[in-house]
């Protein structure tokens, strides 16, 4: 490998494993690594990180002092400003950590941002959305996350909330908290738990015996139950495509992205539901929007390191 090239460092840290990915300036994926989650608000925590990236240095035979950029996603709002302020899934410093990867990676800007504003742009710059200029992230997980790009920026917002679409309300008579504390919002129905509570509901009302469910936001079983023919797991689908089209239908009403990209666990049964939640959201859209394209992600549980680099990337390319 040439000696002068920079490399880039995306970390995407999960509830239960930190994923380390070393790209080259074209975007290229040159290798990846895991370390279980430790405190990051603590050396070792932030020793167990660099070591990952000396482990990705190393096995490209390059030196620390080639890493130009290190994008982190983290699960908590990050705002305009960069200064992460509430952190309330992951223990973190984010002061220290990004002072002891620049003493480690002397050469390289350290930023942070939200993980699922991470995927999107990790899905704009090398899967299902390159070559858009807007696009807006649908991750379909135990909760509902998202990430709205616009004119090739991501929209990170004033207090770190842009993206939150999970928390658009699509029911205000709804009596049940949503985990944020509000009521009505399109995770309670759209997401995986939200499925599987439209499932039970179904259900309860016609008196019928659910499949087995190993868990809140077992999507899979229902899904699988669908593909069988049982009709109450069709229906629980069908209620979920009707609330996601009507929180694509308010999105596209303010952003009219080029494209949706649905991501997360449960898009991988999207064969179940992706051409309903089209017609339907056709159905309902601002004639303008009606031809908005809605897709499946392409890189899986990469997307956010792929994102993270790409935004490090973007950081340093404006400094030269």
Known sequence: ???????????????TSVKLGLFDEEGDLLGKTSVPTPSLACGEGHAAVIGGIEQLMGAVQQPMLFVRGIGLAV???????????MAANIEIDAQALREALEARCPYALVRYVNDANAAAMGEVWRG?????????????????????VVNGDVIDGAFGAGGEIGHICVNPAEERACGCGLHGCLEQYASASG???????????GGIEPVELVGPSDSRSVFDAARAGDEAALAAIDVTMDYLSLGLQIISAVVDPEVYVLGGGASASADMFLDSLRAKYAA??????????????SLGNDAGIFGAAYMALRAAAREV
């Open 128 to 148: 299902s959305a390159q070559g858009h200029r807007s696009m807006v992230m649908v991750t379909i997980g135990t909760g509902l996350g998202g990430g709205a």
């Open 195 to 205: 499925l599987v509570n439209n499932y039970l509901h179904v259900c309860e009302q």
């Open 75 to 85: 699960p908590c709002p990050v705002p305009a400003s960069g200064v992460i302020t």
């Open 284 to 297: 309902r859209a601002f004639p303008a929007s009606r031809a908005t394209a809605i897709e499946v992600a």
């Open 1 to 15: 490998m040439a000696e002068n090239k920079q490399y880039y460092i995306g970390i995407d840290v999960g509830g």
